[in-house]
T-cell receptor
Framework: NAGVTQTPKFQVLKTGQSMTLQCAQDMNHNSMYWYRQDPGMGLRLIYY???????DKGEVPNGYNVSRLNKREFSLRLESAAPSQTSVYFC??????????????FGPGTRLTVT | KQEVTQIPAALSVPEGENLVLNCSFTDSAIYNLQWFRQDPGKGLTSLLL?????REQTSGRLNASLDKSSGRSTLYIAASQPGDSATYLCVTGGGGADGLTFGKGTHLIIQP
């Protein structure tokens, strides 16, 4: 059981380049999330998808777009990368949206550096 | 807006000690509280989930308590081991898919 997988694990981009971070879960979860983690700060929600076919902005959505491709996959796209987007990105999934008793399961993260 | 504070930010103790990690939150209207472990360069692993109607949860050497009225949770680790070295995150669930609030974590080092 792979759980939540993310690709790539590491990426270096130049300012202005674009890229897509991929996330997939094999637990048949309804909800998926993208977070970023920066030194000295807690994880912050970028975008989430409460169920297949829906996406919503989180706390820090500027500069990002998402696609819920199907129930398993949720991708995060940086259209024009900026140094401020240097961070560790985590994808997570849960059986239901948070606020219920359901746990969130996290992927291993993508370490992105924008130069 | 919910704020989650974890004290201490860092802790280093000898192997074998029992220890307590503290978490406080400003809005008591939470649905649940979750403790995660994060190893360096890795993702988050869920340790314990306490629903709002519960007072505590236990898993092996770990015990987490929740006092909603005072806005506090503690994670108790018994007989600590070097393998317990990690960052421990406290996370409140406030309702809705965007309702999670993360603390900044306690960085724990268990000295052999």
């Amino acid at each position: 059981n792979a759980g939540v997988t993310q690709t790539p694990k590491f990426q270096v981009l130049k300012t202005g380049q674009s890229m897509t971070l991929q996330c997939a879960q094999d637990m048949n979860h309804n909800s998926m999330y993208w977070y970023r983690q920066d030194p000295g700060m807690g994880l912050r929600l970028i975008y989430y998808s409460a169920s297949e076919g829906t996406t919503d902005k989180g706390e820090v959505p500027n500069g990002y777009n998402v696609s819920r491709l199907n129930k398993r996959e949720f991708s995060l796209r940086l259209e024009s990368a900026a140094p401020s987007q240097t961070s560790v990105y985590f994808c997570a999934s849960s059986e239901a949206p948070s606020g219920s008793s359901y746990e969130q399961y996290f992927g291993p993260g993508t370490r992105l550096t924008v130069t | 807006k919910q704020e989650v504070t974890q004290i201490p930010a860092a802790l280093s103790v000898p192997e074998g000690e029992n220890l307590v990690l503290n978490c406080s939150f400003t809005d008591s209207a939470i649905y649940n509280l979750q403790w995660f472990r994060q190893d360096p360069g890795k993702g988050l692993t869920s340790l314990l989930l306490i629903q709002s109607s519960q007072r505590e949860q236990t898993s092996g050497r770990l015990n987490a308590s929740l006092d909603k009225s005072s806005g506090r949770s503690t994670l108790y680790i018994a007989a600590s081991q070097p393998g317990d070295s990690a960052t421990y995150l406290c996370v409140t669930g406030g309702g809705g898919a965007d309702g999670l609030t993360f603390g900044k974590g306690t960085h724990l080092i268990i000295q052999p």
